[in-house]
T-cell receptor, first 116, second 112 residues
Framework: GAVVSQHPSRVICKSGTSVKIECRSLDFQATTMFWYRQFPKQSLMLMAT?????????EQGVEKDKFLINHASLTLSTLTVTSAHPEDSSFYIC????????????FGSGTQLSVL | QQQVKQSPQSLIVQKGGISIINCAYE??????FPWYQQFPGKGPALLIA?????SEKKEGRFTISFNKSAKQFSLHIMDSQPGDSATYFC???????????FGQGTTLQVKP
């Protein structure tokens, strides 16, 4: 069964609105989670590292004010796309390491965001 | 130096054949090399992974071959089946960072 749960699986929103995506680790604690973005027929690009109890670490070129990450507990990280625009439409995927960092790295099922 | 280059972009194989996907990396600090399988609209699923202290790892029909000196690694899918049709990604990272750098992906089609 799934060890990382991501919700919602699909969201359609109007331009200018904010969208929150949740990533939960099931039956294990994750002090670190990762957020990726994937455009159609392209690879996964790491956006940021979510750290429980501290600020997220963003990759170069990712706007931290636009993509707000909150790691509220050892099992939950959220990604909020603020003031979404059509160019933010993408497949967003989270992941969490189940054992020692990076080993047994499990991915969520992804969230397809479509901004009209 | 952070790139992972993957080839081919697409691959068509007959049922029962061997599918081979290749990856090359530049960063010698990488010490973890997983392969992921992704179906449309789904998150990637870990297939098999290798550390640089071994040259080959086999799990069922999937084998990773690793050449540390050439900084290359490959995935071999033996007895390929139509159900293997998916997009495959190689990746690399250093274990202590947890950050995966993905290859560009290979779309595999296995014809019945």
């Amino acid at each position: 069964g799934a060890v990382v749960s991501q919700h919602p699986s699909r969201v359609i929103c109007k331009s200018g609105t904010s969208v929150k995506i949740e990533c939960r680790s099931l039956d294990f604690q994750a002090t670190t989670m990762f957020w990726y973005r994937q455009f159609p027929k392209q690879s996964l690009m790491l956006m940021a590292t979510s750290n429980e109890g501290s600020k997220a670490t963003y990759e170069q070129g990712v706007e931290k004010d636009k993509f707000l990450i909150n790691h509220a507990s050892l099992t939950l990280s959220t990604l909020t796309v603020t003031s979404a625009h059509p160019e933010d439409s993408s497949f967003y995927i989270c992941s969490a390491p189940r054992q020692q960092i990076n080993e047994k790295l499990f991915f969520g099922s992804g969230t397809q965001l479509s901004v009209l | 130096q952070q790139q992972v280059k993957q080839s081919p972009q697409s691959l068509i194989v007959q049922k029962g054949g061997i599918s081979i996907i290749n990856c090359a990396y530049e960063n010698t600090a990488f010490d973890y090399f997983p392969w992921y399988q992704q179906f449309p609209g789904k998150g990637p699923a870990l297939l098999i992974a290798i550390r640089p202290d071994v040259s080959e790892k086999k799990e069922g029909r999937f084998t990773i071959s690793f050449n540390k000196s050439a900084k290359q690694f490959s995935l071999h899918i033996m007895d390929s089946q139509p159900g293997d049709s998916a997009t495959y990604f190689c990746a690399a990272s250093t274990v202590n960072t947890g950050k995966l750098i993905f290859g560009q992906g290979t779309t595999l089609q296995v014809k019945p």
